[in-house]
């Protein structure tokens, strides 16, 4: 275990639904980050929180609303989703933003995300 | 800007021979590079980084890899492959740009592994 969950491992809507996703750490890290992974294709990071503060955003759609109440958890607020949008959305977090040669980042099972 | 290139996209091995995921990678400064692992529904799991320290790294579950700067590579290598290793890897590079100061992962397009009994 990686100390990472992520809830729901699955999740179905349409394109008018409106529903989040979870992510809580257990590590006592200070950052936290949203990828999205679609096949064939890598990795992409959407958002990164640091200390509860958002200090990356990479050019997300307004569509993908993230929320960071504290360090132990981050969510991810979906509204008029496409089809495109399928993916399974990973989260992680690390001790520190500062220096990924130092802080490790520990991955969630992530969602799978269907839009139908 | 720094990127990562897997040039396998799909590796099979028989188990018990060896296993080499090839990767390159482009940086206009001193990487920090990773390989990560991920088995079916679950989430990545570091197997091994390289931070400018030793060029051999040696990771979890008998991996190691090697840093060539003349060659720009790091490739993922085992003496001798387990059914357990069935899984997609992934090498990754970080993003130094700005002198360390940002924590922004750049990832490969993956490599699944294959083991046949």
């Known amino acids: 275990e990686t100390g990472v969950t992520q809830t729901p491992r699955h999740l179905v809507m349409g394109m008018t639904n409106k529903k989040s996703l979870k992510c809580e750490q257990h590590?006592?890290?200070?950052?936290m980050y949203w990828y999205k992974q679609s096949a064939k294709k890598p990795l992409e990071l959407m958002f990164v929180y640091s200390l509860e503060e958002r200090v990356e955003n990479n050019s997300v759609p307004s569509r993908f609303s993230p929320e960071c109440p504290n360090s132990s958890h981050l969510f991810l607020h979906l509204h008029t989703l496409q089809p495109e949008d399928s993916a399974l959305y990973l989260c992680?977090?690390?001790?520190?933003?500062?220096?990924?040669?130092?802080?490790?980042?520990?991955f969630g099972p992530g969602t799978r995300l269907t839009v139908l | 800007a720094q990127s990562v290139t897997q040039l396998d996209s799909h590796v099979s091995v028989s188990e018990g021979t060896p296993v080499l995921l090839r990767c390159n990678y482009s940086?206009?400064?001193?990487?920090?590079l990773f390989w990560y692992v991920q088995h079916p529904n679950k989430g990545l799991q570091l197997l091994l980084k390289?931070?400018?320290?030793?060029?051999l790294v040696k990771g979890i579950n008998g991996f190691e890899a090697e840093f060539k700067k003349s060659e720009t590579s790091f490739h993922l290598t085992k003496p001798s492959a387990h059914m357990s290793d069935a899984a997609e890897y992934f090498c990754v590079v970080s993003d130094n740009s700005n002198g360390g100061s940002q924590g922004n992962l750049i990832f490969g397009k993956g490599t699944k592994l294959s083991v046949k009994p």
């Open positions: 992680a977090s690390s001790q520190d933003w500062t220096d990924p040669s130092t802080d490790t980042q520990y």
């Open positions: 940086s206009s400064y001193s990487p920090s």
């Open positions: 590590l006592g890290h200070n950052a």
């Open positions: 390289y931070t400018s320290a030793a060029t």
